[in-house]
């Protein structure tokens, strides 16, 4: 694996990304959001993934984003369509891309679900969700996140449904591009019903075609930092079976 860190996506407010490539002249391409529940984390977190999908022919880029004390809403969400639209833009550089995905954990996962079912972020660089090839949506809340409703002085227990919350936008557009939809069987208190719920509204309204869903089993994110019994991490082998297979 081959990294060049440290690139810079938005000047104003001093935000860079990781490029973690492979060891061949054309590939897959990963862009992946951090978890930590917007007030942490970075983008050097999960290296472990970033190297099992290099060595597996798999690109992946990790962006910084604003968070929580100092960030508020949408600042986050700003950061991180900025990031897409880079990617966008400018990974063609660095090789000959056979796809782009977009992803991330927890937090992450929350984020790629507003840039996914929220077309608005990504309109501002003058591109759809449905330019990338698919989307890892990866434990994240798709109704209002917690440390939101904590923004706006409400209890973080609180199930709103939103302009702050990917569910809200369910339905809004006639195609949503392909999605991976990861959650734990004994996720955080209330996010396997929420994310139940999310797949049965994408179902509800005849987007079935390209949504694959996976239950886990364990606690929140669990498998995002365990090995299988073959010693390989089990999210980036999942991420890496997704690709190869949309």
Same mark, same amino acid.
């Given at each position: ?37 917007? /007030? ?19 690109? #992946? ?28 833009? &400018?990974?063609? &550089? ?7 995905? $977009? ?27 449905? =330019?990338? =090839? ?16 904590? /923004?706006? %002085? ?15 936008? $369910? ?27 999310? $797949?049965? #509204? ?25 090995? =299988?019994?073959? %010693? ?15």
């Amino acid at each position: 694996m081959r990294s060049i860190k440290d690139i810079c996506f938005c000047e104003e407010n001093g935000l860079c990304l990781d490029i973690h490539l492979p060891c061949c002249d054309e590939f897959p391409v990963f862009l992946y959001f951090h978890g930590g529940g917007l /007030e942490s984390g970075t983008k050097a977190d999960q290296m472990e993934v970033f190297e099992y999908l290099a060595k597996n022919g798999v690109c #992946t880029v990790s962006a910084d984003y604003r968070m929580y004390p100092t960030a508020k809403f949408p600042e986050f969400l700003e950061d991180s369509a900025k990031a897409a639209a880079w990617v966008f833009n &400018n990974i063609k &550089n660095y090789g000959k891309i056979k796809g782009i995905y $977009v992803g991330g954990s927890s937090a992450g996962g929350y984020i790629s679900q507003m840039l996914c079912f929220d077309n608005s972020w990504l309109k501002k660089y003058g591109i759809s969700p449905l =330019d990338f =090839d698919g989307f890892v949506l990866d434990a994240g809340q798709p109704t209002c996140h917690y440390n939101v409703l904590r /923004e706006k %002085g409400l209890d973080t227990r609180r199930i709103i449904v939103d302009e702050t919350a990917p569910l809200y936008f $369910v339905g809004l557009d006639e195609k949503y591009p392909p999605m991976l939809i990861l959650y734990s069987d004994n996720d955080m208190e209330n996010r396997p019903e929420q994310t139940r719920l999310l $797949v049965s #509204t994408l179902k509800h309204f005849g987007h079935t075609e390209n949504v694959t869903v996976k239950e886990m089993h364990g606690s929140h994110c669990q498998y995002v930092f365990n090995k =299988d019994e073959n %010693g390989d991490n089990i999210f980036a082998k999942i991420v890496l079976e997704y690709i190869k297979g949309v």
